[in-house]
């Protein structure tokens, strides 16, 4: 062969093999896209329950589970080998914390008697804690509520308690918040320390005693309190002397238990008053607490505990939530006064008129807070969960909250697909709350599962604390007002678009305007929409019903109005007179209008308007049905809220209940079968507005899609998250998640771990690369590569030898 033709096979050899070559990365290339997947990295995650911590700990160390889903004290660790802890990664959180919370029975607005402090336990409501008679609650006196701080040594409770595993805390801003140096000196004014002082905490009990007993002399009244012979504290009903005795109800679930122990013991030593231990965990607790009248009287303190399971980047929620909504709420239900009521509903409304007044607010409503001892705060817990360092990879936490908000499922890798995820019950139970969106997920445990199977409009930044977008988008927030000088209110310059929409909860449907509306800021919003969990594509009907359900139920318009609950007033009420206007723009964009601005950040501004739809309106729709007209099956009467008793119904209505179940599909298929537009005759109009009404043919492919999916699943839990619930059993206390890979979904896989800062994804070390989930494709293209590149070897080896 000569030299011309060894030149042209070599150009031929490599044009061909090029062109092959080509072809051949094509292919890898085009599978990727077309294998790449949405949703999250996980296919699956089971739910199990541990009743023992130091039991669920061991199970992530021998790999039986993946992550123990309770941030434990240090103390569970300690017994741990260095080997047995080389097997984990242990992921901090500070977001837990404790509080003592009194029962202010017999206070001002909170009494059934003329007399301060008195309470009369009648007709067995005590139950089994209290017999019928009269009886001296000493803490309906708000002296004696705030000299529970000094008697609390915080530090020596954290040392026996907590194993030194915590800070001393002393309002509802946390030692760990980025805000707490604005705050700590404001306890050495009121002269707080972490050491206590009981002797000064003696003398304002005896003070507060002494006080007590003129007021009721000079009332007329025949009680009477003193110490007897021993010291111990007594009391006169009217008709004997007897010991006062306080029930105080401590969980036992965790370290609480020797924080009740503790503080316990100081009372009757310090303050001479018999304590009667009353240990239970939450099943008992939370229902006597959260559940009874505290008229009743069944208890007088409680070890509560609480999880903040997000990033908090100002102090205001926190402040609004434990001084202000708490009480209104019974959590537990107390007396706001006048003044903490103002400021509590500045801070909700934000309605402050610029940073300087802000902090102000925050720091007036915590002084006010912890002089009316609304609860005591006690610790910031410093607590870990444990994770298994071989299995898992790349799950997101919290600065301060570790794994209890959003991000880490939504990221967390495992070899295999599959997450073990134990949650922690002395109990035994998956979770105690209903699942329902609107007044119920009321415990971390149900609380901690529902938010993987639904998604967000916007979420607080697992670092910063920042709102950030994740279904709901917003650029430039346009912005225009005044503030009236003299009542401080903001006054909006903004035109509000006439053809701009409102819902009217007396007409009860949605309206125009129309012209001279005025409002402080406009803000844009675009959804991500995808196909809900059961197939239905969202659209702009499910955030107009979602809006419209909470403003109808936020008022009580009409005699007897079926459609009015106090505990959604409580929250929604002064929050839909701000909203001066919606248009929709068009099928994925509306724009806000409305007076709340929060001058601080305009992403919690723009926070504020986001209404973001987490179930279809469908599923709203039966269990509305349920709770105003009862179970068409069962004949139960369902309520939206946990107080369902309080308010004369028979269950708090739950998604996954099977029994309420029963009655959903029940209503489904009546719908469905009827054709009925208008379920009921009063039912308000909540997605009907313009070219965005759903249609017949809409309508009746959701009550189809509603009951197949009843069929299937057993429950209505139907969501646009990254999981769906795949199935649960309260028996042996399983629930399992399975991935949601509907390619409408937004994100693909590894989104949320590429668009989160990398120092947020614990990553105990670089694993190898995990093998091809499918061989390449060995066709003849394949095969032509590989003999071209031979081809050129050989002919690259021949001519370098020849050189």
Not at 564 to 580: G, N
Not at 671 to 678: K, M, S, V
């Amino acid at each position: 062969m000569g030299k011309k033709d060894w030149k042209k096979l070599l150009v031929t050899t490599m044009v061909i093999a090029v062109l092959l070559t080509c072809l051949y990365v094509m292919i890898p290339e085009m599978t990727v896209a077309q294998e790449e997947e949405k949703g999250p990295p996980l296919d699956k995650i089971i739910w199990t329950v541990e009743t023992d911590q130091e039991v669920g700990i061991k199970k992530v160390v021998a790999g039986d589970i993946d992550v123990f889903l309770w941030s434990s004290p240090w103390k569970f660790y300690e017994g741990l080998t260095e080997e047995e802890l080389e097997k984990i990664v242990v992921i901090k959180a500070a977001t837990g914390i404790w509080c003592i919370e009194p029962n202010w029975a017999g206070a001002i607005g909170l009494n059934e008697t003329p007399y301060p402090a008195i309470v009369n336990v009648s007709g067995g409501e005590g139950g089994d804690f209290r017999e019928d008679g009269i009886y001296f609650n000493p803490f309906a006196i708000r002296e004696i509520r705030y000299a529970l701080n000094w008697l609390i040594n915080r530090e020596e409770l954290i040392e026996t308690a907590l194993h030194g595993s915590g800070a001393p805390m002393f309002s509802a801003v946390q030692p760990s918040h980025p805000a707490n140096s604005t705050f700590y000196p404001l306890y050495g004014t009121l002269g707080l320390a972490a050491e206590g002082d009981p002797e000064k905490s003696r003398q304002m009990l005896d003070d507060a005693l002494v006080k007590i007993n003129d007021t009721w002399k000079e009332m007329g009244a025949p009680y009477r309190v003193r110490r007897n012979a021993e010291g111990w504290l007594e009391f006169y009903d009217g008709t004997q002397w007897k010991e006062v005795v306080i029930n105080f109800f401590m969980r036992t679930e965790d370290e609480r238990h020797e924080e009740g122990l503790y503080v316990a013991n100081l009372i009757e030593t310090k303050w001479k008053i018999k304590v009667a231990e009353q240990e239970y965990d939450r099943t008992i607790c939370i229902p006597t607490v959260y559940g009874t009248d505290p008229l009743a009287y069944r208890w007088d303190l409680y070890t509560a505990g609480w999880v903040s399971m997000a990033e908090e980047k100002y102090p205001d929620d926190s402040l609004v939530w434990y001084y202000w909504l708490c009480p209104l709420l019974g959590y537990p239900r107390g007396v706001v006064n006048e003044t903490i009521n103002e400021l509590g509903l500045k801070l909700y409304l934000g309605t402050y008129v610029n940073e300087t007044d802000f902090w102000e607010t925050c720091k007036k409503l915590t002084l006010m807070g912890i002089q009316e001892g609304y609860r005591i705060f006690t610790a910031e817990c410093w607590e870990y969960f444990a994770v298994n360092k071989e299995r898992v990879h790349d799950i997101a936490f919290g600065v301060m909250s570790g794994l209890w908000p959003i991000w880490p499922f939504r990221t967390t890798t495992t070899p295999d697909g599959v997450l073990r995820v134990a949650e922690f019950s002395a109990a035994g139970s998956l979770f105690m709350s209903a699942w329902n969106p609107v007044l119920g997920f009321m415990d971390v445990y149900s609380e901690v599962m529902w938010r993987y199977v639904r998604d967000y409009g916007a979420y607080p930044h697992p670092k910063t604390g920042d709102y950030t977008p994740i279904r709901v988008k917003w650029e430039e927030i346009e912005k225009n007002y005044e503030i009236n000088e003299t009542t401080g209110e903001f006054v909006g310059k903004l035109t509000v678009p006439s053809d701009a929409i409102v819902y009217n909860p007396v007409t009860n449907r949605w309206e125009e305007v129309g012209s001279g509306k005025t409002a402080c800021v406009k803000i844009t919003f675009d959804y991500l929409f995808s196909n809900w969990h059961h197939g239905i594509p969202m659209d702009m009907s499910d955030v107009l019903a979602s809006i419209a359900f909470y403003w109808e139920w936020a008022f009580n318009d009409t005699v007897g109005d079926l459609f009015y609950h106090p505990d959604i007033e409580y929250y929604y009420a002064d929050v839909f007179p701000l909203y001066k206007g919606i248009r929709i723009v068009d099928n994925d964009t509306i724009e806000m209008y409305g007076d709340y601005v929060n001058v601080i950040d305009d992403n919690e501004t723009a926070s504020f308007y986001i209404n973001w739809p987490v179930i279809p309106w469908e599923v709203r729709t039966v269990m509305e049905y349920c709770v105003v007209n009862g179970g068409p099956l069962t004949r139960k009467t369902y309520d939206w809220s946990e107080e369902y008793a309080v308010y004369g119904k028979d269950e708090w209505i739950d998604m996954i209940n099977p029994i309420h179940v029963s009655d959903f599909l029940a209503v489904a298929e009546k719908i469905n079968e009827t054709g009925a537009d208008l379920y009921y005759w009063f039912k308000p109009n909540y997605t009907r507005y313009g070219d965005y009404t759903p249609t017949d043919d809409e309508c009746k492919a959701r009550w189809e899609a509603l009951i197949h999916w009843i069929e299937e699943y057993e429950h209505i839990c139907i969501s646009n998250g990254p999981f769906i619930l795949k199935k649960w059993d309260p028996v042996k206390r399983y629930l399992e998640m399975e991935a949601f890979r509907d390619p409408t979904y937004p994100f693909a896989k590894d989104y949320w771990k590429n668009v989160l800062p990398s120092e947020q994804l614990a990553n105990p070390y670089v694993a190898p690369p995990p093998p091809p989930t499918k061989p390449v494709p060995w066709t003849w293209i394949g095969v032509g590569v590989g003999v071209a590149v031979v081809v050129i070897a050989v002919v690259a080896v021949v001519l370098r030898k020849r050189a």
